[in-house]
């Protein structure tokens, strides 16, 4: 069993910054693939990005490439989503999820646990 905790949200104006972090418990969250995914107002859960077991491997969606870097700490327990020139597009409920798969995968069936997300408002 994972538990995870989302936490760095918040309200920036366009074109700022922000990083989002996720703390995870459980004995074995080393060995789970970590991704974070979103969901807009009115909209479908979406893939953002997700992070090897080793933190070797990254996934990004492909409109996101360039502005958000995941990465993680195995001995923190925790993954970051850093998050930079954001747009109000960006506007979504972030959520981390962690998955006992053996590869890194943008389908949310492919992951086991949920956080119960962070906002992230952007204003324009």
């Given at each position: 069993?994972?538990?995870?905790?989302?936490?760095?949200?918040?309200?920036?104006?366009?074109?700022?910054?922000?990083r989002?972090?996720?703390?995870?418990?459980?004995?074995?969250?080393s060995?789970?693939?970590?991704?974070?995914?979103?969901?807009?107002?009115?909209?479908?859960?979406?893939?953002?990005?997700?992070?090897?077991?080793?933190?070797?491997?990254?996934?990004?969606?492909?409109?996101l490439?360039?502005?958000?870097?995941v990465?993680?700490?195995?001995?923190?327990?925790?993954?970051?989503?850093?998050?930079?020139?954001?747009?109000?597009?960006?506007?979504?409920?972030?959520?981390?999820?962690?998955g006992?798969?053996?590869?890194i995968?943008?389908?949310?069936?492919?992951?086991?646990?949920?956080g119960?997300?962070?906002?992230?408002?952007?204003?324009?």
């Amino acid at each position: 069993q994972v538990q995870l905790v989302e936490s760095g949200g918040g309200l920036v104006q366009a074109g700022g910054s922000l990083r989002l972090s996720c703390a995870a418990s459980g004995r074995t969250y080393s060995r789970h693939i970590m991704g974070w995914f979103r969901q807009a107002p009115g909209k479908e859960r979406e893939f953002v990005a997700a992070i090897s077991w080793s933190g070797g491997n990254t996934l990004y969606a492909d409109s996101l490439k360039g502005r958000f870097t995941v990465s993680r700490s195995n001995a923190k327990n925790a993954v970051y989503l850093q998050m930079n020139s954001l747009k109000p597009e960006d506007t979504a409920v972030y959520y981390c999820t962690a998955g006992s798969g053996a590869f890194i995968s943008v389908y949310s069936n492919d992951y086991d646990y949920w956080g119960q997300g962070t906002q992230v408002t952007v204003s324009t």
